[in-house]
């Protein structure tokens, strides 16, 4: 079991910058991947960014180059820098981790961004 509790959501201007945070508990030593999703209303939620154990990231083309994900595995803990914001980027933010062998997929509760004048 896994539990993921991410903090750092908030209102924000268009431009402005904000990071996310998404600390792991449980069985986290078989974590394979951390990621961030969103979930704008209407929409089916998508995937943000994620991150390997190894480091290696990938990021959806929409924020590619404004967004970045990075990893403290002494704090167990997965980090999403948000900068250069505008409002297509308003959504409920959702941690996510993977576990390959099991194939299991673990959530977190969710944070508001929402990017308004």
């Known amino acids: 079991q896994v539990r993921l509790v991410e903090s750092g959501g908030g209102l924000v201007p268009p431009g402005g910058s904000l990071r996310l945070s998404c600390e792991a508990s449980?069985?986290?030593?078989?974590?394979?991947?951390l990621a961030w999703y969103r979930q704008a209303p209407g929409q089916e939620r998508e995937l943000v960014a994620v991150i390997t154990t190894g480091g290696r990231s990938h990021y959806a083309g929409s924020v590619k180059g404004r967004f970045n994900i990075s990893r403290d595995s002494a704090k167990n803990t997965v980090y999403l820098q948000m900068n250069s914001l505008n409002s297509g980027d308003t959504a409920v933010y959702y941690c996510?981790?993977?576990?390959?062998?099991?194939?299991?997929?673990?959530w977190g509760q969710g944070t508001q961004v929402t990017v308004s004048s």
């Open positions: 996510n981790a993977f576990i390959m062998n099991t194939g299991m997929m673990y």
């Open positions: 449980g069985n986290i030593f078989r974590i394979n991947t």
